[in-house]
């Protein structure tokens, strides 16, 4: 059963539905969780989002960002394991919006899997894999946030947002640089 939430009901949606023909199913399991990335940052308009699981895989941290051991949400094969997140029901002109901003083929690149919603038959979605890979890699303190707020914004059953706080966070080295140059600076 689709469902269109209030939240997502804007001024845009006739324009959505009338330049987007084919709408499709899009999993989401890192930042774009949360609202004010999805909606503000990215100014996507979803015709409908679910709470939904992906069988089959594991959530890492393995793409890396930077030098130091920051990196963004991945996904990699793990038989018997699953994935939270959420389904957006977006059209085709801006499922091509979010291809651009989430670095297709660069960084991610599409990758189609069966999602299961938290009720109803399972559908047929698109999701982002990256194949670049650097184990060891953690998510920033920021970055996790993130996926918090937007696990307990759309009622990501707690064992997974249990699951998300247990992650290592990475240390951030723009704060380590700011605290060296801070203790430089005091010296002179």
């Known amino acids: 059963m689709v469902r269109r ?26 930042s774009n969780l ?12 979803p ?19 930077g030098r130091g051991e920051r990196g963004f949400a991945n996904l990699r094969e793990a038989p018997g394991e699953s994935v939270w997140g959420v389904a957006y029901r977006i059209g085709s002109a801006q499922s091509q919006h979010l291809d651009r901003t989430e670095g297709v083929p660069r960084a991610y690149r599409r ?12 559908l047929p979605a698109f999701t982002y894999v990256s194949p670049l890979r650097a184990p060891h890699r953690k998510p920033s303190r920021r970055y996790m946030g993130l996926l918090l ?5 759309h009622g990501l059953p707690e064992p997974w947002i249990a699951f998300l706080r247990g992650f290592e966070l990475a240390a951030d080295e723009r704060s380590t640089q700011g605290q060296l140059f801070e203790r430089e600076r005091g010296r002179r």
């Open 149 to 153: 707020r937007g696990a307990r914004h």
């Open 111 to 122: 990758h189609a899997v069966t999602i299961n919603p938290a009720v109803g038959d399972p």
């Open 47 to 65: 015709l409908a989002c679910e709470r939904a699981q992906l069988a089959g895989f594991q959530l890492v941290f393995d793409l890396p960002f």
């Open 5 to 30: 939430s209030p939240q997502y009901a804007t001024r845009g949606y006739r324009r959505c539905v009338e330049r987007d023909d084919t709408p499709l199913w899009y999993f989401a399991y890192g």
């Open 34 to 45: 949360d609202p004010e990335t999805f909606l503000g940052r990215r100014r996507m308009r």
